[in-house]
């Protein structure tokens, strides 16, 4: 299948040629839900660009805003009670904030597409899967039934489902889990999307399939250049496929970086105490270090720093320096070594050791 | 799991020998979950305005059965005067008289004596059986349960009122003591006969859930009797669905009872009730329409309070309709 | 499917002659004497009285009588009444005017009671949700015989819009009982509708749909309605068999000819074998139905299959 779909060709401008502009760019994006108790603060000023091909992994812990920021840029937030408060989403150098809903529809799909963590809820238990992979063609191409159920079943076949032909009229719940999630992928991918975001796309599957369906998604992108956004809070899989990380907390991103780097020399002790709760082979009988306390209520986020509560390198009042106390100043995120963002005040000790 | 059947499981698990009384059992989750369903009910039903009106309403139908002659103004229902019959509302007289004279207001506030009586005599009949029924047929599966189940889709198949209406109208030829007496234990038997079914079903599920839970097997583990099992541990997870419908049934018998008495087998004169005063006004609709009219109002207030409180009850009780 | 409605089918025996064995042992068993009740005060001479307990079976053990009973309804003879009127003969005459008030309540309840369910739902906590959330626990509380009264008095005797009773004026006659009939079952039908499509709205494949770019009315017509209305329309389906046997105190109110008020006159008259016989139908229209909502469920839910 080549990227000419109809959204694509349409706008000659955006020709994956790689003219070097981020194929997504998310800029100081704000989130928060406005709920009878109190205003949650799910996502606090994010920025982060995905080029084409290339994988970024968004990494946190649930509550993180993770998701939140992927469901913006989506237009899937439920709202109310979400409200985007600020920013932009650039697709392809257009704000899709400022767009019409028309517009944004016509993104959903061709030009961004989303495949989601437990495939059983979020197909339709009442359409076979191939009216529902079809359903991309015949609501963006106008394409008659019976051709956009050939195309389904061409890309069940893309997606290593055997026997496509016969399943094309099955159910979600006849499908095995792992198979489900490729039905999800055959839709998200059926238009050729730009970008894909994958929000915890394995967790809900066993280890061996887990292995096979990231497999699938790099071949795919490796055969279409999509850039894909990987939302997870699996460190393994990020270390597989991603290029570049962003790992969030309290709604922020706190660092950025490729993933060799990020995994090797964290610059952030948020970052520190993830990749220490990692089991190491190497460091075996030894114990592991999770991070002590409990994840931010993110309706009250802790002044200063938002993680200094759990930090063990906190410092206050003497103890700081001046405008670098943990608990009254925010840190920004800032470049710390070339090609590195991290927001804490003392990343320069942390990559000391 | 509330605090009782904590201090249950504790006992039983004292008695099987298999603890020694002084370790306490780390179930405080569980605990914490059931403690905090009530009391977040409680936070929802105080913002629910349909509860307010329904608890208002109940309240005020409640005192009023306790305590007719103040809600009559001091009249008595059966001191009439034919001279006075079928006499429009009047300032003294808020509801005027019925065709024999008699005070209406005061009939109908009688009324409400006799209708809550049965709404709650029928209840209780309707949870007896249903409770029993239901706790059999879950707890002890396979056969019991497939001719238990099998019985109540007969009775289920059955209208309720179709069912009392046959029962009721027998009743006197049976000689049998209450039946034939026509009188409020008489409707409160039929209503209980042909309405225990729901509450079989909704038993019968809860037992059925709660059974394979790991506490109970835990207990069981531990050697508590089938009866403790079913009447410490399971009953009470039954308690807010159970709730939940005794409140709105209490309501739909009493507007049976009236129903029954004015297709004319419920209760009889001298007897007050309000499907007795509607029954008797309706030949009258035409020159009288307050003798409907009132006892109608009354009856559909009372039991929309017990429909009301009922729906509150639900969605405060049951998490998964919170928005 | 075809063996699971066999299996259904046969279930469906055991609970019709139970029904009606409850029912004719109500009758005919307890103590006490259907000829004596129907004679009344009048005393019968006991050659008359002799006649009609050997015709009734009466003097027969329960279970033999309504082994007799069972027979008979094999060729379809349902015994007769007092007056040696054909059971079957009372029920064919009366069975169509309650099969009208039926579907006239059934449109009713349906149509109105989804709409008002459907627009209440899409829109939840506005205007008009709260609306539907006031009238329907009104209607519900309502008890159907003062509601019945209500608008006998009002929309008939005060408006003149309506005919007060019975049913000279063919299907027109039946809106004014159908509405009261089916008022209960449409509040509960608008509620249901409204909390299936609350539900749905918020379903993981609704934010699916509207992920995959198809247009706002794709996704609630085909994504949430679909979805929402498959327990409604079990509801409905489920309510014609429960309203073809519930209709005995609107038949009573609005004086219509039907099975209501027909089992109404022989529970009144200790006409045991109409009373079996019709209590008899109304059970099997019951279960009947039930069944049709089971298959029902089947065809319109994919995940559901009887093997």
């Not at chain 3, 906590?125 to 626990?137: A, E, P």
Request: proline share 5%.
């Amino acid at each position: 299948m080549s990227t000419s779909s109809g959204y694509i060709s349409s706008t000659p401008s955006l020709e994956p040629s790689g003219t070097g502009s981020p194929v997504l760019e998310v800029d100081d994006l704000h989130v928060e839900f406005r709920v009878r108790s109190g205003v949650v603060h799910a996502v606090n000023g994010i920025s982060y660009h995905v080029d084409q091909g290339e994988t970024l992994a968004i990494l946190g812990e649930s509550g993180s805003g993770k998701s939140v920021s992927a469901q913006a840029i989506m237009g899937i937030l439920d709202s109310p009670p979400a409200v985007i408060t600020g920013g932009g989403i650039h697709f392809q150098g257009r704000d899709i904030l400022t767009m019409t809903e028309e517009e944004q529809r016509q993104i959903r799909g061709p030009g961004i597409a989303m495949i989601f963590q437990d495939a059983l809820s979020a197909l339709n238990p009442v359409y076979s899967v191939g009216f529902q992979i079809g359903e991309m063609f015949r609501a963006h191409r106008g394409t008659s039934k019976k051709e956009a159920k050939q195309k389904a079943i061409e890309l069940m076949d893309r997606v290593r489902i055997p026997a496509a032909a016969r399943r094309v009229n099955d159910y979600p719940h006849q499908f095995s889990g792992g198979m489900r999630q490729r039905v999800m992928i055959a839709m998200a991918l059926a238009l050729d999307p730009r970008i894909l975001i994958a929000d915890e796309p394995t967790t809900a599957l066993d280890v061996t399939v887990q292995a096979q369906v990231m497999d699938l998604l790099k071949d795919l992108q490796r055969d279409t250049g999509m850039g894909l956004i990987l939302i997870t809070h699996d460190l393994g899989v990020v270390n597989e496929v991603a290029d570049r990380v962003a790992v969030m907390y309290a709604g922020r991103i706190v660092e950025t970086g490729t993933v060799d780097e990020v995994f090797t020399r964290p610059a952030m002790p948020y970052t520190v105490g993830l990749m220490n709760s990692i089991p190491q082979v190497e460091a075996k009988g030894g114990r592991l270090k999770p991070i002590v306390g409990q994840p931010p209520n993110l309706a009250r986020i802790p002044s200063g720093c938002p993680f200094h509560p759990r930090c063990p390198r906190a410092r206050t009042g003497a103890a700081a320096a001046a405008g670098r106390d943990c608990v009254t100043d925010l840190p920004l995120l800032r470049v710390v070594t070339p090609g590195r963002e991290a927001a804490c005040h003392y990343s320069e000790e942390v990559l000391g050791g | 799991m509330t605090d009782q059947q904590q201090e249950d499981l504790r006992r039983d698990q004292v008695e099987a020998g298999t603890t020694t009384g002084l370790a306490a059992p780390t179930l405080d989750v569980t605990k914490d979950r059931q403690n905090s369903l009530w009391s977040d009910a409680w936070g929802q039903l105080k913002r629910n305005p349909l509860f307010w009106i329904g608890a208002f309403l109940g309240l005020f139908f409640a005192l009023m059965a306790l305590f007719p002659s103040v809600f009559a103004r001091g009249a008595d229902p059966r001191k009439c005067s034919l001279a006075n019959s079928k006499q429009l509302p009047s300032a003294a007289h808020w509801m005027g008289y019925d065709q024999q004279g008699c005070d209406y207001l005061a009939n109908v506030v009688y009324g409400a004596r006799t209708s809550l009586a049965i709404g709650i005599l029928s209840v209780l009949g309707v949870l007896i059986l249903g409770v029993l029924v239901g706790a059999l047929a879950g707890y002890y599966g396979g056969f019991a349960d497939s001719l238990l189940a099998r019985i109540t889709d007969i009775f289920f198949a059955l209208p309720l009122i179709l069912g009392a209406l046959i029962l009721l109208r027998v009743g006197p030829s049976t000689g049998l003591p209450i039946l034939s007496d026509r009188g409020v234990g008489a409707v409160a038997i039929a209503l209980s006969v042909f309405g225990w079914m729901t509450a079989m079903r909704l038993v019968r599920s809860q037992v059925i859930a709660v059974k394979s839970s790991d506490y109970v097997a835990a207990a069981r583990a531990m050697g508590a009797s089938n009866f403790r099992i079913l009447t410490r541990h399971i009953l009470p997870n039954a308690v807010a669905p159970v709730l939940v419908f005794a409140t709105i049934t209490v309501g739909v018998l009493i507007a049976a009872e009236a129903t029954l008495t004015y297709l004319g087998v419920g209760l009889q004169r001298p007897a007050i009730s309000w499907g007795l005063q509607i029954s008797s006004g309706q030949s009258l609709l035409r020159t009288a329409p307050h003798l409907v009219l009132f006892p109608s109002i009354i009856l559909s207030l009372t039991v929309m309070a017990f429909i009301m409180l009922g729906d509150a009850l639900r969605d405060a009780l049951d998490p998964r309709q919170r928005s | 499917m075809g063996r699971y409605v066999a299996r259904r089918l046969l279930l469906t025996i055991p609970v019709l002659i139970g029904a009606s064995f409850l029912i004719f042992a109500m009758v005919y068993a307890l103590p006490g004497d259907p000829i004596r009740a129907l004679a009344g005060d009048r005393p019968l001479a006991p050659a008359v009285v002799a006649q009609l307990r050997a015709q009734f079976n009466l003097d027969d053990p329960l279970v033999i009588q309504y082994g007799k009973y069972v027979a008979g309804l094999t060729h379809l003879d349902l015994g007769t009444d007092f007056h040696q009127r054909p059971v079957l003969e009372i029920i064919t005459d009366r069975l169509p005017v309650t099969v009208k008030l039926t579907v006239v309540a059934v449109l009713l309840e349906a149509s109105i009671g989804l709409v008002a369910g459907v627009f209440a739902g899409i829109r939840r906590n506005g205007y008009f949700d709260n609306l539907v959330l006031v009238s329907t626990t009104l209607i519900i509380s309502i008890p159907i015989l003062v509601l019945a009264f209500v608008s006998q008095y009002v929309l008939g005797l005060k408006f003149g819009w309506f005919p007060i009773a019975g049913i000279q004026q063919g299907w027109y006659s039946y809106l004014l009982p159908g509405l009261v009939l089916a008022s209960g079952s449409l509040a509960y039908v608008a509620r249901l509708t409204r909390t299936s499509i609350a539900e749905n709205m918020n379903a993981d494949y609704v934010r699916t749909a509207k992920a995959k770019g198809l247009p706002r009315r794709t996704i609630i017509v085909r994504h949430t309605l679909r979805n929402s209305l498959i327990p409604v329309i079990t509801f409905i389906g489920a309510d014609v068999g429960a309203l073809l046997g519930g209709a005995i105190v609107t038949e009573a109110v609005f004086n219509i000819p039907g099975i209501g008020r027909a089992v109404f006159d022989a529970v009144r008259g200790q006409e045991g074998a109409v009373v079996v016989g019709i209590v008899t139908l109304m059970v099997f229209f019951f279960i009947f139905f039930n069944l049709i909502v089971d298959v029902l469920y089947a065809v319109l839910d994919p995940r559901i299959r009887y093997d």
